[in-house]
């Protein structure tokens, strides 16, 4: 691979937007838009909706599907989401290309931390500047400025950006799984590390909400005659806690337990919420067996158990998709003199879903950064730039067959 002149045409045109990738950036931090806020969600498909317009493309909204929740008092609900932003492309060009964000965050509406400030050192910090609104901005500037190249007939994209990523993505997993089965080739912006690091490797994941129901008793005169769904709950929390162990880089996190009332009165309900992490499918096969044995047999007699959720995202290991992809993407970062580098991550995002899928990804092409999911999260300004020319050089290179998409795919169908 080499630079050539109208690939410098389009990362000049990056470099020449910096103030506006970033300032984008910081003025989309200020609106609050967590996964459950729905005023605030709206609001922000808005603004990207209006940011999607300079790009010439088809932008519509695609309705997500309904989730089921479950209540501290074990109640099940419907629960409906926002919708989803597609901003698509040339649909019917040979390559197709598909690009992820998701414009929730993890703060909700009542969260102190709602604007962005500029650290001494130069860091911004603020709610989602590196998770992952600042992903958003660098990939939206990265298309803008591939849309110049002279080759980009070649290469037909589609942006979906999601609300409910934050929360394990249960409304729109449909929609990345129709997107990874018909591409090619993805990249997805959460955040690489501080130091430009990103995730090669990751473990799967699934959420789990066990409903322990009892019997309600007076605590003192029919103390016998009542079954404690708590005492139960905390039972069960221990049997799963000890599934630690017991087979290699499987965890499994018991995160709450909720329920009970007074304190005279045996507790007839409780919630086990607990996530497990799994580095491969045999693995998570395994799990899921362990689990749902234990959700078959209640600790004591009087107990109901009903196990919701489940294994939300699949593990999303090194294959020979990946390996390749990696290694162009490390080519291209180098014409760039920027190092790129991979290492396992323990996380989860809409990389392991597009795998599963069928899409080879590499899903940290955001800003650097770090401390996500707190109120110390930063991005470091001149990364914007930076990862938005990376972004726009692979497109480039899609373009011209030097990053050969199809090739990609065929390796990742081989492995399924």
């Not at 309705?63 to 089921?68: K, L, N, Q, V």
Request: charged residues 20%; aromatic residues 4%; negative net charge.
């Amino acid at each position: 691979m080499r630079i050539l002149p109208h690939d410098q045409t389009v990362l000049d045109h990056v470099a020449a937007r910096g103030g506006a990738i970033v300032g984008r950036t910081v003025d989309w931090a200020g609106v609050n838009s967590g996964s459950r806020n729905a005023a605030g969600l709206a609001r922000m498909l808005d603004l990207l909706e209006a940011a999607a317009a300079p790009l010439s493309a088809a932008v519509t909204r695609a309705p997500t599907a309904g989730s089921t929740s479950v209540g501290d008092d074990g109640a099940v609900r419907e629960e409906a989401h926002a919708d989803a932003l597609k901003i698509s492309q040339r649909p019917d060009a040979p390559v197709q290309v598909v690009l992820t964000g998701h414009y929730d965050t993890v703060f909700p509406a009542d969260s102190a931390f709602q604007s962005v400030t500029t650290r001494a050192d130069g860091a911004l910090n603020g709610p989602g500047v590196a998770d992952m609104k600042g992903g958003i901005s660098v990939m939206l500037a990265a298309l803008e400025a591939f849309e110049t190249h002279p080759d980009r007939a070649r290469v037909g994209w589609t942006v979906l950006l999601s609300p409910d990523e934050e929360i394990g993505s249960p409304a729109s997993a449909p929609l990345l799984v129709e997107l990874g089965a018909r591409g090619h080739l993805g990249l997805t912006y959460e955040p690489a590390l501080a130091d430009g690091t990103l995730a090669g490797a990751r473990k799967g994941s699934g959420n789990y909400h066990l409903i322990v129901t009892g019997k309600a008793a007076h605590a003192g005169r029919a103390f016998d005659e009542g079954a404690n769904a708590v005492a139960g709950a905390a039972l069960i929390a221990a049997r799963l806690h000890g599934l630690n162990g017991q087979r290699e880089g499987v965890t499994v996190n018991v995160a709450k337990i909720a329920g009970g009332g007074p304190l005279n009165v045996v507790a007839d309900n409780a919630v086990v919420r607990f996530n497990v992490r799994v580095p491969d499918k045999a693995a998570s096969d395994w799990i899921e067996a362990a689990v749902r044995e234990i959700a078959a047999a209640p600790p004591f007699p009087g107990l109901r158990l009903d196990l919701h959720g489940g294994m939300t995202r699949a593990p999303k290991p090194m294959d020979a998709s990946q390996t390749a992809l990696f290694e162009a993407v490390r080519e291209a970062g180098a014409l760039l003199n920027q190092t790129i580098a991979w290492k396992p991550s323990g996380g989860v995002c809409e990389g392991n879903n597009l795998h599963a899928a069928g899409l080879p990804n590499i899903d940290t092409l955001g800003v650097l950064g770090g401390d996500i999911h707190s109120d110390q999260e930063f991005a470091w300004p001149a990364s914007f730039v930076e990862r938005a020319q990376l972004s726009a050089l692979i497109l480039c290179k899609i373009a011209s067959g030097e990053i050969d998409a199809l090739k990609l795919k065929s390796l990742r169908l081989e492995t399924m």
